[in-house]
Nanobody
Framework: QVQLVEYGGGLVQAGGSLGLHCAAS????????MGWYRQRPGEQRELVAD???????MYSDSVKGRFTISRDNAKNIVFLQMNSLKPEDTAVYYC?????????????????WGQGTQVTVSS
């Protein structure tokens, strides 16, 4: 019904930049919140940033001032621009969408996840 596909990721040197984006497909009218989590090896998944349909953003303290989240609400795409990358940013990054409103369907769907994309920052 709904699918999230991530693009971007890869290998970058410390101090460099990388961009991710995630497209949600399906008969989607709107999505309340879209965002990004990441998971380092052996650690729990942690929230990186999210953005509401109205444009409110939240960032984890570890990425504030370095990462920027944005959305294209018409196309149901969420972006994550990552600057000044550090080796500790190395992780698998997952996009998610919460409270997905489909055409002709109520109530909204719950959380959907992308498949994850690897980001590796070398020192």
């Amino acid at each position: 019904q709904v699918q999230l596909v991530e693009y971007g990721g890869g290998l970058v040197q410390a101090g460099g930049s990388l961009g991710l984006h995630c497209a949600a497909s399906g008969t989607i009218y709107s999505i309340d919140t879209m965002g990004w989590y990441r998971q380092r090896p052996g650690e729990q998944r942690e929230l990186v940033a999210d953005m509401t349909l109205g444009g409110l953003t939240m960032y984890s303290d570890s990425v504030k001032g370095r990462f920027t989240i944005s959305r294209d609400n018409a196309k149901n795409i969420v972006f994550l621009q990552m600057n000044s990358l550090k080796p500790e940013d190395t992780a698998v990054y997952y996009c998610y969408a919460d409270r997905i409103h489909l055409y002709g369907a109520t109530p909204p769907l719950g959380v959907y996840w992308g498949q994850g994309t690897q980001v590796t920052v070398s020192s």
